[in-house]
């Protein structure tokens, strides 16, 4: 299988958008499919993991508080194996309590966003992350 690519025959950047919601999921996979990322999407953590492994995503973007499997136990479990280890992956939650961010970063999130988020804020925090070379595989 092969990547999707742009008009410029540059591989596209393949995103995993873990996210319960599926209003917010859509929205958010619509949107950065129109700005030129390839889309995986998964509802809960077992899902995340599993399509990590079939189609590994050069970046993640997971809910914290997902059915199932939270984030918090779906980075770790990414982390944990080697290859998924390298993957970075970015929190996006409504959670917005004292540490949070800090407390994500510890347990192996590169990033950290809390909702309602805009869609273009959510493509510069994926940009940082991939543009910095902590995409998996640098």
């Known amino acids: 299988m092969t990547d999707a690519t742009s008009n410029d025959h540059q591989p596209r950047p393949r995103v995993l958008l873990v996210e319960d919601y599926d209003d917010a999921r859509e ?12 889309m995986v999407q998964a509802s809960n953590g077992l899902e995340a993991i599993e399509q990590a492994l079939q189609r590994p995503p050069h970046i993640v973007v997971m809910d914290l508080s997902l059915p199932h499997m939270d984030g ?6 990414l982390k944990a194996n080697e290859r998924t280890a390298r993957i970075p992956v970015v929190a996006l939650t409504g959670h917005v309590v004292a540490d949070f961010s800090r407390r994500a970063h510890q347990a192996g999130f590169e990033g950290f966003l809390t909702k309602p988020c805009l869609p273009e804020d959510l493509v510069t925090e994926i940009r940082r992350i991939l543009d910095a070379g ?5």
Do not use: S
């Not at 929205?27 to 390839?38: C, K, Q, R």
């Open 27 to 38: 929205m958010y996979a619509e949107y950065l499919t129109l700005i030129g990322f390839d």
């Open 72 to 77: 918090w136990e779906t980075v770790r479990r």
């Open 134 to 138: 902590v995409a998996a595989g640098t």
